[in-house]
């Protein structure tokens, strides 16, 4: 068995730290600073790892192998797929590095290491359809952290468990029932089944409306911290996968009006998230609203694919991730400095006052995932609104009412936060300096990254453009 | 990159002050740092008029066929004189700030004057609609957070969100417009604006604005009156009124009948914001409605067709309305300057306004074009009235600020005196003289009625002098309401209570035990729909 290969690096290196971590839960900074090390190490080695998988050190010349053979089945990380790998790895990084401050689980460090190696690997095994299976492998763990220690699961965890089991069997009936059929005409019924079968699947794992509803309950019921790094892996590894299965699968690309119906159904989702956005009132339901927008949007730029949305994507994921970051930091920063806010919106009522710098950046990092202009997400969001303007004019009012949707709801925040309430003493009375000057200088940090992406998108985001490379059916040029 | 090195001279000092005053606080010598910067800057920019049109690249965003983006600016004719504009306000501001009493003249102020102006001259200079949308979003975001800064202690946040929900609002349509535009041609810049993306960059100007539809984006706090404020609330002003100059001048080619119900509100907007500020307690209560009144003057003026000559509007609202909104303390003595600062408000022959009567009238002269008069005349009053009731006599003012106060104020009407000389080609025009001659003889009658009647806004008979006062009072009473657009904001509350209901319900549905079942009822609903509109897969 060859070990000098790229799954043993980023596959079962970080899997068997991670179950070292096991060992050492319990010295909480020390499992925290280990998953940070190990995650940053393996993000910068996937980053500066040469896509020929092969380097001269000390004068030896090593060549890694991109497969790994287990069970008869492959694990392969080509050298294309090492941008995908750095990024997933950089986001365990961020999570862990600001994990520390909060009380979150202890076997955070630990599991969403293991999750991360697992997401990849969903990447790397072929047959591809075998994900599925790890997929629900990574659900399982993921469970540990949406329910902690001492407490009931909650109903949002049990539907989820439940969507994404059901979603399971669909993606390997599907691989089954089509097997063999590349050849036959697109409008087989059997083509159609296993479409409809990948469609729901996915829409399942995705959270795609109507099917989403498990997405809100649970972040309802969990840490924002350990919510938002679940289901942003989640989102960024599966839109990954679907791009592969486009890839792979010519007979589903190839199907007329395929790409038509994911735009419909990216354009109902972000719908649906704008919408129900604007009149949400409960703080801890806002994360999984703007995971459905940006599901929205990402499904929209796959339908899109043709027009130039697959660069859109591929440009919106890191901007994403660090609105995601600011958001949920923020957000975890804010319930561990006032316990005494219970998630609705009235406990948020004059927060300014208070935390000034918290609460500009809870608007900011809403901005930025709206796509002002000058932030981070601008530029990937430019493109798909540009694509659908000159593509159908059905789409144009139903995106402006989902961006308008979330506007009202960043207006309304912004009220409630910069309203005093008459009851709370006023601010001269309250605890001064509440905000610590790391806090401070963390959230500015953000802001003006998301705001340098935003002007240099050519700098900061063109290198993730090569995310698509792999995919070299589904996008020949790219 | 001498543009870039204008904005340089105004945001290195604005840092320099804010490190020299955190290790040794220094009045005077920030003070100097301040005028020194802006004043270096308005030479530059004065010495600019010398190589117009000039442009520079700042970034291009790569590869080409990917973005179709360059982050540009450039300064020609339509945008030179809104520069220089706006720079003389900036040193008029730091002139006249430190001898007023009643606001906190302070170096921070003075620093965020200097920075802001930095900002704003970046939107002003945009030389294509997404830099400009970028500059907006940038200079709201500061905006916010210096007006947050300043007014948190004092609980008057209240209209913020409103403000700044609006211009969030315009910079969107700004996206939207320019979406449009890139149908006809990809990273378009201001010279190719279509005809068919005109009219909503109309929109997105007359938003910020305050004028389409009518409301009025800007706070009127105690706090945020003079000084710097000033500059704060003039900037999001001076950059939507250098979007109009640019629109291309066939705006009437297109939907003739949606063009004349956008004329129409435009003149309406200018109406009740003229009576308005002709008819408020002092000039500072005033300022929302000079800004609405002279912004749907420079709309009116993209309508029939001549948006380059809304500039000349623009210019009278920033600086006429800048040497009467700096004009505090309002001392008897010296009430000569601002009156001066009429010249470029009236529009008579071979003075800076004298190009803007043709764009407001049109061609042929219609009711619209009366009332456009009316509306001048209004203002007009309104001003001279601000000032001649001015009668403050101030002792005990600082040695320094008895000649920086009135220079602040001189220099403003110094920029008017040049902007008329050199502003651009054709400049000293006789244009359309009867204008501003049917507009002071208004003013004129108005003034000799209101002497006649012995009447005084403040007096307590002046409700039993003026004819008609009840009726009138009534009509702007209900203008107001309508204006206002309270009944706007009652009905969107009423409809987002209901609508929350019904989101409360659905959510009610599907987060229950047969949630499952609903969604994927939901799902085969939205399926069937799909598959029935748009066509079988």
Same mark, same amino acid.
Not at chain 1, 5 to 30: A, D, E, G, N
Not at chain 1, 97 to 113: E, K, M, N, Y
Not at chain 2, 14 to 23: E, K, L, P, V
Not at chain 2, 46 to 72: A, G, K
């Given at each position: ?116 190696? #697992? ?106 911290? @350990? ?58 339901? @806002? ?46 920063? @804010? ?93 001269? #009375? ?49 | ?47 600019? +008029? ?33 520069? !220089? ?82 211009? !969030? ?56 009156? +003079? ?52 008819? +408020?307690? /002092? ?19 993209? !309508? ?92 005990? %003012? ?8 009135? %220079? ?52 307590? /008979? ?76």
């Amino acid at each position: 068995m060859n070990l000098l290969t790229t799954p043993s690096i980023w596959i079962f290196l970080p899997i068997l730290l991670s179950l070292l971590l096991i060992l050492v839960h319990r010295f909480h900074k020390l499992s925290f600073w280990i998953a940070c090390l190990g995650s940053l190490l393996l993000a910068v080695a996937a980053f500066i790892f040469p896509q020929s998988l092969e380097f001269n050190l000390f004068g030896r010349k090593f060549l890694f192998d991109d497969t790994f053979q287990i069970f008869n089945r492959g694990l392969i990380l080509t050298g294309s797929q090492l941008k995908t790998i750095a990024m997933l790895y950089l986001f365990s990084f961020l999570w862990n590095i600001a994990g520390l401050h909060f009380s979150v689980s202890r076997w955070f460090p630990t599991i969403s290491l293991a999750i991360t190696a #697992l997401w990849i690997s969903t990447l790397a095994v072929k047959p591809f359809l075998y994900a599925a299976v790890i997929v629900e492998l990574i659900v399982l763990i993921s469970t540990l952290l949406l329910t902690p220690r001492g407490k009931q699961a909650g109903s949002g965890v049990m539907r989820y468990l439940v969507s994404q089991t059901v979603a399971m069997p669909l993606i390997l009936l599907s691989g089954w029932m089509v097997t063999g059929i590349e050849t036959a005409p697109s409008a087989s019924p059997l083509i159609l089944r296993g479409t409809v079968l990948i469609l729901l699947g996915f829409s399942l794992w995705l959270a795609v409306f109507p099917l989403h509803t498990w997405l809100p309950m649970l972040a309802d019921e969990t840490h924002p911290w @350990v919510f938002s790094f679940i289901f942003l892996m989640q989102q960024s590894s599966l839109w990954l996968l679907l791009l592969e299965f486009l890839d792979q699968f010519a007979w589903l690309r190839n199907l007329n009006g395929i790409f038509s119906v994911m735009q419909w159904a990216g354009v109902l989702t972000l719908l649906a998230g704008g919408v129900l956005l604007s009149l949400q009132t409960r703080i801890n339901r @806002v994360l999984a609203y703007l995971i459905l927008i940006e599901t929205g949007y990402s499904v929209l730029a796959i339908g899109l694919i043709n027009q130039g949305g697959g660069n859109a994507l591929a440009l919106s994921f890191i901007p994403r991730v660090l609105a995601y970051w600011q958001w949920s930091y923020t957000l975890s920063s @804010v319930q561990q400095i006032a316990p005494e806010i219970d998630g609705s919106f009235s406990s948020l009522s004059g927060l300014f006052s208070r935390l000034p710098f918290h609460s500009m950046s809870l608007i900011i990092s809403l901005l930025g995932l709206l796509g002002l202009p000058a932030l981070g997400l601008f530029p990937a969001k430019r493109m798909l609104w540009n694509s659908i303007a000159n593509l159908t004019f059905q789409y144009t009012p139903l995106v402006a009412l989902a961006v308008a949707g979330m506007a009202l709801f960043i207006l309304r925040m912004m009220h409630t936060l910069l309203t005093p309430d008459p009851e709370t003493p006023p601010p001269a #009375l309250l605890i001064a300096n509440e905000e610590s000057l790391l806090q401070i200088l963390i959230l500015c940090f953000f802001t003006l990254l998301s705001l340098l992406m935003g002007i240099f998108p050519h700098i900061f985001l063109n290198p993730f453009l090569g995310l698509l490379e792999p995919f070299i059916h589904l996008l020949p040029l790219g | 990159m001498i543009l870039l090195g204008i904005v340089g001279l105004l945001w290195l000092p604005s840092i320099a002050m804010t490190i020299s005053q955190a290790i040794k606080p220094n009045f005077a010598r920030s003070w100097f740092i301040a005028i020194a910067g802006a004043s270096l800057a308005l030479l530059g920019a004065f010495f600019l +008029r010398l190589y117009l049109p000039l442009e520079v690249e700042f970034i291009r965003w790569l590869p080409e066929s990917l973005y179709h983006t360059t982050i540009s600016f450039r300064i020609d004719y339509i945008n030179w004189h809104y520069m !220089l504009a706006i720079l003389a306000l900036c040193i008029a501001v730091i002139l006249t700030d430190s001898s007023r009493a009643s606001t906190q003249a302070n170096p921070t102020t003075w620093a965020a004057a200097l920075a802001l102006t930095g900002l704003n001259l970046i939107s002003v200079m945009s030389k294509d609609p997404l830099t400009m949308a970028i500059s907006w979003a940038v200079t709201d975001v500061v905006e916010l957070v210096y007006v947050l800064t300043f007014s948190r202690n004092s609980g008057s946040t209240n209209k913020v969100t409103t403000i700044y929900g609006v211009r !969030l609002i315009s910079t969107f349509v700004l996206v939207a417009a320019t979406a449009v535009g890139w149908q006809v041609t990809a990273g378009l810049d201001f010279t190719q604006i279509p005809p068919t993306a005109s009219l909503l960059f109309l929109f997105a100007a007359g938003l910020r604005l305050g004028v389409l539809p009518l409301n009025f984006p800007m706070q009127n706090t105690l706090e945020l009156k +003079r000084g710097t404020d000033l500059l704060l609330r003039f900037s999001p002003v001076a950059s939507a009124l250098v979007l109009i100059a640019h629109l291309p001048s066939e705006i009437l080619v297109l939907n003739q009948s949606l063009v004349s119900i956008i004329s129409i509100l435009t003149v309406l907007a200018a109406l009740y914001a003229s009576a308005m500020w002709l008819t +408020r307690a /002092d000039a500072n209560e005033g300022r929302p409605y000079w800004v609405v009144a002279l912004s749907a003057f420079a709309l009116q003026s993209a !309508l029939n067709g001549q948006p380059q000559n809304s500039r000349v509007w623009g210019l009278a609202l920033l600086l006429t309305g800048g040497v009467l909104f700096l004009f505090d303390p309002p001392i008897r003595r010296i009430r000569f300057i601002p009156l001066l600062g009429l010249i470029g408000l009236l529009g008579f022959p071979y003075t800076l306004a004298a190009s803007g009567w043709s764009a407001i009238l049109g061609d042929p002269v219609s009711f619209a074009s009366i009332m456009m008069i009316l509306c001048h005349a209004m203002l007009v009053g309104g001003y001279l009235r601000y000032i001649l009731e001015a009668n403050s006599t101030v002792t005990g %003012l600082e040695k320094y600020a008895r000649i920086t106060y009135p %220079l602040g104020l001189i220099l403003l009407v110094q920029t008017m005196l040049v902007l008329n000389l050199v502003g651009w080609s054709g400049v000293l025009t006789v244009g359309i003289w009867w204008g501003s001659l049917a507009s002071l003889g208004l003013v004129l009658l108005g003034g000799l009625l209101t002497k006649q009647l012995g009447l005084r806004l403040t007096s307590t /008979d002046f409700k039993e002098k003026v004819p008609f006062y009840r009726l009138g009072h009534r009509i702007l009473n209900v203008l107001r309401v309508v204006f206002s657009l309270d009944w706007f904001y009652a009905m969107a509350r009423w409809f987002f209570a209901r609508l929350s209901n019904a989101e409360d319900f659905f959510r009610q549905v599907l987060e229950g035990e047969a949630g499952v079942l609903w969604s994927l009822f939901f799902l085969l609903v939205i399926a069937t729909l799909i598959y029935t509109q748009v066509g079988q897969p």
